[in-house]
């Protein structure tokens, strides 16, 4: 994910799972990349807002923080040394969870969620979202319950980027053109949000046997 940009650089933040992004870590100064993009669509802007962020999902919600005025941000992962970004926002209002309690409280991301909806002095307009799609549909849901507004950043493998080869699909949607930003209305009508991806080969799986695949 591009996750830091200003007028004169910008910089991307990946974790090394596969071909690409191994090889991506060997890069050195001076060594050359191809970029193309960018594709699809963007968040909004909006005020009253919270980013509920999982694991390294927090890299591509970063940039959606720095151009927001004061959100909450509830981040977590498994555990303290898969988290990102602590030193870089320290003075941020951050809420951060670990699955095993080993750095800040002890749980889940939606839980912690669920308490600051259910809270009305919140007053929290919009929910923003990225990480492991099965955190996020879960993030719908609460949102659904408590009728506030989502908007999620789903991932999915990507061949062409605009909108050809039909691998991102999710149901009618096609990601990398009509995402990867999806609203609340835009997920209610997407069942496959939440179950489903497909892998290379354009066939359709679970999404454990895709993140399996993926990991």
Same mark, same amino acid.
């Given at each position: 994910?591009?996750?830091?940009?200003?007028?004169?650089? %910008?910089?991307?933040?990946?974790?090394? !799972?596969?071909?690409?992004?191994?090889? +991506?870590?060997?890069? *050195?100064?001076?060594? =050359?990349?191809?970029?193309?993009?960018?594709?699809?669509?963007?968040?909004?802007?909006?005020?009253?807002?919270?980013?509920?962020?999982?694991?390294?999902?927090?890299?591509?919600?970063?940039?959606?923080?720095?151009?927001?005025?004061?959100?909450?941000?509830?981040?977590?992962?498994?555990?303290?040394?898969?988290?990102?970004?602590?030193?870089?926002?320290?003075?941020?209002?951050?809420?951060?969870?670990?699955?095993?309690?080993? %750095?800040?409280?002890?749980?889940?991301? !939606?839980?912690?969620?669920?308490?600051? +909806?259910?809270?009305? *002095?919140?007053?929290? =307009?919009?929910?923003?979202?990225?990480?492991?799609?099965?955190?996020?549909?879960?993030?719908?849901?609460?949102?659904?319950?408590?009728?506030?507004?989502?908007?999620?950043?789903?991932?999915?493998?990507?061949?062409?980027?605009?909108?050809?080869?039909?691998?991102?699909?999710?149901?009618?949607?096609?990601?990398?053109?009509?995402?990867?930003?999806?609203?609340?209305?835009?997920?209610?009508?997407?069942?496959?949000?939440?179950?489903?991806?497909?892998?290379?080969?354009?066939?359709?799986?679970?999404?454990?046997?895709?993140?399996?695949?993926?990991?």
């Amino acid at each position: 994910a591009v996750s830091y940009c200003n007028k004169n650089e %910008f910089a991307f933040t990946s974790q090394s !799972i596969g071909r690409f992004t191994n090889s +991506l870590e060997k890069i *050195k100064k001076g060594d =050359k990349l191809g970029i193309r993009g960018p594709y699809g669509n963007s968040f909004s802007i909006k005020e009253n807002a919270c980013v509920v962020a999982g694991g390294v999902g927090l890299s591509s919600v970063s940039t959606l923080i720095d151009s927001l005025k004061n959100p909450l941000v509830i981040y977590g992962a498994r555990s303290k040394w898969h988290l990102i970004y602590l030193k870089r926002y320290k003075n941020k209002n951050m809420l951060i969870t670990t699955d095993d309690g080993s %750095f800040g409280r002890k749980g889940f991301t !939606i839980d912690a969620l669920e308490e600051v +909806l259910k809270n009305k *002095k919140n007053k929290i =307009k919009i929910v923003y979202t990225c990480g492991p799609e099965i955190m996020m549909k879960k993030v719908f849901d609460i949102c659904q319950k408590y009728k506030v507004e989502l908007e999620a950043s789903l991932e999915r493998y990507m061949a062409c980027g605009f909108g050809i080869c039909g691998k991102c699909m999710v149901n009618d949607q096609i990601v990398c053109i009509d995402g990867p930003i999806f609203n609340s209305k835009q997920l209610g009508r997407m069942p496959e949000f939440g179950n489903t991806a497909r892998l290379k080969s354009g066939r359709k799986v679970s999404l454990k046997e895709y993140h399996s695949i993926h990991a």
